[in-house]
């Protein structure tokens, strides 16, 4: 009996496991019910203000923003045909039935422009420029004091000084100057959004749904049935109707991100298993891994239900990592377990009492040093990190746990149904199965110096690479490179693009700033007019900025007084004579008939509808519109403006804060920058801390330092050398790689340190043959994330892949290579000559 409390521990447990399996089983399958309940209730929330924390400023303006704005999202319906006739037949058929839906899905339904239209029609008057008005009101004037003046035989030089007349055509071109440039520029064809040579119309339909709530669908669902009642291919059978808006795109995206986190995460499940099947060659080894790395995946995501509540884009793709690296502990142990049965014919019980004491010390190192690779993404504020750190921390732990309760019982009860081995006699699998770890036996035997000179100048040149990188920016500022892949033609994305030229992009891409007052609004324009011409030219933030003031006309007062005035004019020249009935006929209908001025609450809701509040308050929303020209998924200038107008402080003294989707993004990055060389950092000591203190400083445990740091080199080596970005995913990786890192040397470096020089090529292909298998289950993984459509995870995939790699050359074939080239020039071997006959038999 050992003497350690730790190794009488597991000690006891092997027996224990051995007599009561049945118990021990029993125990993991209950402990699944009220877990596997908790996990399945995990959500996914793919909003970015999500990776932030609540507290944060931009997250809390958002979030009251949203709570004051009448219309949270927009439901574009996209209509494409062959003619604009057809297009304004449904336009005009659709729209009336859309604002019959209930609110709780339909608040407004903006279908074009000719509202507007009418309005400024019959409030021309008003709208027309002030010199127009006064240069109407001077020509009035100087006819009817022309008129009578000739009328009393007092003019001279009649013929020569005489003024224009007074006529209906020079009335309209003045009053109506302003509302014709108004439509010339106002988007779409004939008062509707219909552009691309009358190939493609818009409706806006605002909705009180949240942008990407999954009741988009219905609202889809909803508009498709009305559409179906229409039958507008009766008509113009070319007619097709496609949704945009950013209430779709964002469920859009929701969907095909769960759909996808599915897909790889089910695929990258299935290569794990499929790879561990091809090392041990046994349906009963398969099923006892998959059950055990499936019971600590459960409690995993069931502990993210009750300390987190949901997941996040960072943490949606953790079943692949948890499972991926969660097996590595399972795999050894099962390894050495099969190890002691096979090549010391071994009982079951000690079979498993040894597999439990000379695996437990190194699997738990490893697992430390993985959560603390983890846990340095925890004690950051970024919740995307904080989040996957928690998780898969946590989930790491587990699956070390999982490996010591659920997977031994499990083999005790299999073999005692069917022994896997008889004393004295190798089966085609285990001989099969060495190969795994022999090529790299042999590639050390062959050449140790080659590797050795190799490795470490690679390890040298990447070295200097990866600091270059890290000094010149590490971080993706293309955004395009984050988005989901355009998954066909007529996707929202790329129709979102092409409504944008017929809409405008303040239908869509303009960010709201909503006031607590309503006399903060013109202030709050002028200061970031301001900041728009203070800016050079190339820094320009923004396109424009529009309140309902703009809708308003200008110079009211002065306007009204000059119109009463031409009015009474030209009420007086009819009066006498001077204007015949004909004349005056045509004259009358561009006489204003009321004379008043327009306020805010004048303007019709059609107009207004998005400068209102849910309470129907008017005139606190402000819109800001980006640059013409400039990208918003371009994180420089997506910075740029969101720095332009997230915090405005008043002449007054008042601070107006901003929010929205390019805040948040903005917010996100600079949190990426200010955690990620934090969380890398303390990865990087703790690991370190984690790897002295398991081999409490010997040698070992400084070579198993060295592989570490040179597979680090070659992972960031290889993204400089190729120019590869980081993001706020792909950025995980590397604490990871650390972690994930460690476990493989640790692991070897341990069985080095029981066997000696001596076992060097036998722990190549055993321990070795075993970590090749963490290393390709972990790579599966991850290659099955860079099938993703989402660029992010893709790019996640690929840069923990190449963490992996290269952290299996440097621990399979560099350190061991140095190792043996020592011991040659130490005299203890000779060049070409195997320490031991480590070949499968």
Not at 122 to 135: F, G, M, S, T, W
Not at 345 to 354: E, F, P, V, Y
Not at 693 to 711: C, D, E, K, P, T
Request: with cysteine; glycine share 8%.
């Amino acid at each position: 009996m050992p003497t350690n409390f730790f190794d009488r521990l597991f000690h006891r447990l092997g027996q224990f496991q051995v007599k009561h399996p049945l118990w021990m089983l029993l125990f993991s399958v209950i402990s699944l019910i009220p877990t596997g309940y908790l996990a399945s209730k995990l959500t996914l929330r793919s909003g970015f203000n999500e990776l932030l924390p609540d507290g944060k400023p931009s997250v809390v303006e958002m979030r009251r923003v949203n709570q004051r704005l009448a219309s949270a999202s927009t439901l574009t319906v996209v209509v494409t045909g062959s003619s604009p006739e057809g297009l304004k037949r449904l336009i005009d058929a659709l729209s009336p039935r859309l604002r019959e839906l209930p609110p709780e899905y339909v608040v407004g339904v903006d279908d074009g422009t000719r509202a507007v239209r009418a309005f400024f029609e019959e409030n021309k008057h008003l709208y027309a420029d002030l010199k127009d008005i006064q240069q109407i009101h001077d020509e009035v004037e100087e006819r009817y004091d022309y008129e009578v003046q000739k009328a009393a035989g007092t003019s001279l030089d009649l013929d020569d000084d005489e003024p224009p007349d007074l006529s209906a055509e020079s009335l309209k071109k003045r009053f109506q100057r302003k509302v014709d440039e108004a439509n010339a520029k106002a988007p779409g064809t004939d008062g509707y959004y219909i552009g691309e040579e009358g190939k493609l119309g818009a409706i806006l339909v605002r909705t009180p749904l949240g942008s990407g709530s999954q009741e988009a669908f219905d609202l889809v669902k909803r508009v498709e049935a009305l559409v179906a009642e229409i039958n507008p291919q009766a008509w113009d059978p070319s007619i097709e109707v496609h949704f945009t808006g950013n209430l779709i795109t964002s469920a859009e995206q929701q969907r095909v991100i769960t759909n996808d986190l599915i897909d790889i995460g089910g695929l990258g499940v299935g290569l794990i298993l499929g790879t561990v099947f091809l090392f041990f060659f046994r349906f009963r080894v398969l099923f006892a891994l998959a059950y055990t790395i499936i019971a600590g995946t459960v409690w995993s995501f069931a502990f993210a239900y009750v300390n987190v509540g949901y997941l996040n884009l960072a943490t949606g793709f953790l079943a692949s990592i948890i499972v991926g690296n969660g097996i590595n502990f399972s795999i050894i142990y099962l390894a050495r377990y099969m190890e002691a049965r096979r090549d010391e014919s071994k009982d079951i019980q000690a079979s498993i009492i040894i597999a439990h004491l000379e695996t437990y010390r190194a699997t738990l190192a490893a697992s430390a040093a993985a959560g603390i690779a983890y846990g340095s993404l925890a004690v950051t504020d970024f919740r995307g990190f904080k989040h996957f750190g928690v998780i898969a921390g946590i989930g790491m732990l587990l699956c070390w746990v999982s490996t010591y309760v659920v997977l031994p019982p499990i083999l005790a009860l299999a073999e005692r149904l069917s022994p896997m081995y008889v004393a004295g006699k190798l089966t085609w699998r285990d001989r099969l199965r060495g190969y795994y770890g022999h090529p790299f036996a042999w590639s050390v035997r062959r050449f140790p110096r080659t590797l050795s000179i190799v490795g470490c100048g690679l390890g040298l040149v990447f070295f200097v690479l990866s600091v270059k990188y890290f000094i010149d920016g590490p971080m993706e500022y293309d955004l395009a490179n984050i988005r989901n892949e355009a998954t066909s033609p007529t996707s929202a994305g790329l129709l979102s693009r092409r409504v944008d030229k017929i809409v405008g992009r303040l239908g869509q891409d303009g960010k709201a700033i909503v006031t607590d007052r309503l006399d903060q609004v013109e202030p709050l324009v002028a200061e970031l007019n301001r900041r728009k011409e203070a800016a050079p030219e190339d820094k320009k933030p923004f396109e424009k900025v529009v309140s309902i003031f703009e809708l308003l006309p200008e110079d009211q007062e002065k306007k009204l007084e000059l119109l009463k005035a031409t009015q009474g004019l030209l009420e007086r020249a009819r009066r006498r004579g001077f204007i015949s009935d004909e004349d005056w006929k045509s004259i009358s209908e561009h006489i204003p008939k009321e004379l008043t001025t327009i306020g805010i609450e004048q303007l019709p809701e059609l107009v207004a509808r998005s400068f209102m509040e849910k309470d129907g308050t008017r005139g606190r929303v402000v819109y800001i519109v980006p640059k013409e020209g400039r990208s918003v998924y371009d994180a420089h200038y997506l910075m740029l403006w969101a720095d332009s107008y997230r915090e405005v402080t008043l002449p007054n003294g008042d601070v107006i804060h901003g929010s929205g989707d390019s805040v948040i993004f903005a917010d996100m990055l600079r949190a990426i920058e200010e955690d990620a060389p934090i969380a890398a950092l303390l990865s990087l000591v703790g690991t370190v801390g984690a790897i002295l203190i398991a081999f409490r400083g010997r040698r070992a445990g400084w070579a198993a330092l060295f592989s570490l740091i040179l597979g680090l080199a070659y992972q960031i080596g290889y993204l400089a050398a190729l120019d590869i970005k980081l993001n706020f995913l792909s950025f995980v990786a590397v604490p990871v790689g650390i972690g994930v890192g460690a476990d493989y040397c640790i692991n070897t470096m341990k069985r080095y340190e029981l066997t000696g020089y001596e076992g060097l090529e036998q722990m190549l292909v055993e321990t070795g043959g075993a970590v090749t298998v963490c290393a390709l289950t972990t790579i599966l993984g991850y290659v099955a994330l860079m099938g993703s459509i989402n660029r992010a995870v893709s790019s996640f995939g690929l840069v923990a892949a190449v963490g992996e790699i290269g952290g299996l050359l440097a621990v399979m074939l560099v350190l061991p290579a140095m190792l043996r080239w020592r011991a040659i020039r130490a005299g203890l071997v000779k060049e070409g000559e195997a320490a031991t006959d480590a070949t499968p038999k």
